[in-house]
T-cell receptor, first 114, second 113 residues
């Protein structure tokens, strides 16, 4: 099973709301990733967790707060977002995050900030 | 630094005709290269990957790609397009920190009946 699941599929939120995106995988992978994808653009890396520890933060604004509660779950907490944060948020996972590995992507959460 | 250039932003083919999506890469060391496909409103699906084994790589759904070091190219081909192949295709190189993927800007494949 090479499936990464993400919930919700769609999310609409106001600029004062707090919401969370959830990602889950049961492939035994120990590296998990958050990407942001704007329309007609390639994905941009936001965060990487390796063995439940944050290993890469690509200078993402603090209104995005990642969390990795265990090896199967990855959350992205959202607070005080701006309309320009509207995008498709993709989660991915790979075996360990070391060496050349295939990243498996989820279907994404499409976020609209009003 | 790694980089990837996808030479065509759009490619249009007729169903049943060959597909060629072009990708050139730049890397200061032996790269690993991937092709991912993204259907509308979907996540990314791995088509194939090259990791310094055979230079001709076969992927899913009849796609294949050939790694040519002398030309720094990794073009994606398929002998006969199907309507379901219409999607966005990304050529990707593994970055210096292996966790980082460097994406090309994408090629939108349009397939007409």
């Amino acid at each position: 099973d090479t499936e990464v699941t993400q919930t919700p599929k769609h999310l609409v939120m106001g600029m004062t709301n707090k919401k969370s995106l959830k990602c889950e995988q049961h492939m035994g992978h120990r590296a998990m990733y958050w990407y942001k994808q704007k329309a007609k653009k390639p994905p941009e890396l936001m965060f990487v967790y390796s063995y439940e520890k944050l290993s890469i933060n690509e200078s993402v604004p603090s209104r995005f707060s990642p969390e990795c509660p265990n090896s199967s779950l990855l959350n992205l907490h959202l607070h005080a977002l701006q309309p320009e944060d509207s995008a498709l948020y993709l989660c991915a996972s790979s075996m360990t995050g070391g060496g050349v590995e295939t990243q498996y992507f989820g279907p994404g959460t499409r976020l609209l900030v009003l | 630094a790694q980089s990837v250039t996808q030479l065509d932003s759009h490619v249009s083919v007729s169903e049943g005709t060959p597909v060629l999506l072009r990708c050139n890469y730049s890397s200061s060391y032996s790269p690993s290269l991937f092709w991912y496909v993204q259907h509308p409103n979907k996540g990314l699906q791995l088509l194939l990957k090259y990791t310094s084994a055979a230079t001709l790589v076969k992927g899913i759904n009849g796609f294949e790609a050939e790694f040519k070091k002398s030309e720094t190219s990794f073009h994606l081909t398929k002998p006969s397009a199907h309507m379901s192949d219409a999607a966005e295709y990304f050529c990707v190189v593994s970055g210096r920190g292996f966790q980082k993927l460097v994406f090309g800007t994408g090629t939108r494949l349009l397939v007409s009946p």
